[in-house]
């Protein structure tokens, strides 16, 4: 395949797209905040490390749940 093929560009642009959906697709991890039960403060789950790393928010409706419990 010579460099200056016409079919060069849209083979490039067909491997570019590849490699970015098989970014998107390996990249679906849910990092959505959830909520720790103990404290009601949210959190996000770190895939690299596995750890919980907390945001400094706590979600009112939980809170509200736990004042009704006491």
């Known amino acids: 395949m010579d460099i200056s093929s016409a079919k060069l560009p849209a083979i490039l642009i067909l491997v570019l797209i ?3 959906v098989l970014q998107f697709v390996s990249n679906t991890n849910d990092n ?9 403060e949210l959190y ?4 690299q490390i596995n750890t919980k ?3 400094n928010e706590f979600d009112p409706k ?6 009704l419990n006491k």
Request: net charge negative; glycine share 4%.
């Open 62 to 67: 939980c809170l509200d749940f736990k004042n």
């Open 32 to 40: 959505s905040p959830m909520i720790d039960s103990e404290t009601c």
């Open 18 to 20: 590849g490699v970015l």
């Open 44 to 47: 996000i789950q770190d895939s």
């Open 53 to 55: 790393k907390y945001l």
